[in-house]
């Protein structure tokens, strides 16, 4: 699977993107979320993950633009958010899919596994 990890530098998406190399038939493409051009490659993709955590901009807008970009690819948004009204605005912006960041591993790669097949996965604490 080829993923597309969106993200600020920091060690957030230092820990997914190691979380996510984990899995060995995984390729991993690391790239800022700052940039307007969110589009470095679009050949061979399989899905977008989405870091959020720190981002100055709303992350709606952030999640907008990159559906905008890639419109054919799901969408799995990582953020802090635990409640089901902020979770549910990401939904509507166009994420296939959202996981609270400080998960398991082993509910990323769960995470990761559905929304490539287009499907909604949705988990949280209060979840």
């Given at each position: ?11 957030i ?76 605005l ?5 994420a ?32």
């Amino acid at each position: 699977m080829k993923i597309i990890l969106f993200g600020l530098n920091n060690f957030i998406t230092d820990t997914v993107e190691s979380m996510l190399i984990s899995m060995d038939e995984w390729q991993v493409i690391r790239t800022s979320l700052v940039e307007e051009d969110y589009s470095p490659t679009t050949h061979d993709l399989d899905l977008l993950v989405a870091s959020l955590a720190g981002v100055s901009k709303s992350p709606i807008l952030h999640i907008k633009n990159l559906v905008n970009q890639y419109t054919s690819l799901p969408l799995l948004a990582l953020h802090y958010y635990g409640d089901e009204f902020s979770v549910e605005l990401l939904l509507q912006a166009g994420a296939t899919g959202y996981l609270q960041l400080g998960s398991s591993e082993r509910t990323l790669h769960e995470a990761v596994l559905t929304v490539a097949k287009n499907e909604t996965f949705v988990a949280t604490e209060n979840t």
